[in-house]
Nanobody, 125 residues
């Protein structure tokens, strides 16, 4: 089990930037987990934004954020980041980080995976 705590959300104007952080703690090595960022806007389903798997040194992004968002992790600090640039109003949502040892797909983590409480991002036009 992984405990996750997000921070860094806020309100920005379109074109602005934010960096989300997610501190993780676990008895198991975090390298065993896929780590990802997901978001959910009111009235919409949760969607995968980005994920990373250290063992493969691989990152994956939703098409809607490619070229604007960057996921990274600092293993020494057990922290996952999401750098978000050129934000758009449609990026407004609650953002969650998650850890899953075997996700269904690179941007499809199980409901039973470990999830943080979320951090709100609001982008105004």
């Amino acid at each position: 089990q992984v405990q996750l705590a997000e921070s860094g959300g806020g309100s920005v104007q379109a074109g602005g930037s934010l960096r989300l952080s997610c501190v993780a703690s676990s008895r198991d090595p975090l390298n065993n987990y896929w780590m990802g960022w997901f978001r959910q806007a009111p009235g919409k389903e949760r969607e995968g934004v980005a994920s990373i798997y250290t063992r493969l040194v691989s990152t994956y992004y939703a098409d809607s954020v490619k070229g604007r968002f960057t996921i990274s992790r600092d293993n020494a600090k057990n922290t996952l980041y999401l750098q978000m640039n050129n934000l758009k109003p449609e990026d407004s949502a609650m953002y969650y980080c998650a850890a899953d040892p075997r996700p269904r797909a690179v941007l499809d983590f199980h409901e039973g995976a470990d999830w943080g409480q979320g951090t709100q991002v609001t982008v105004s036009s």
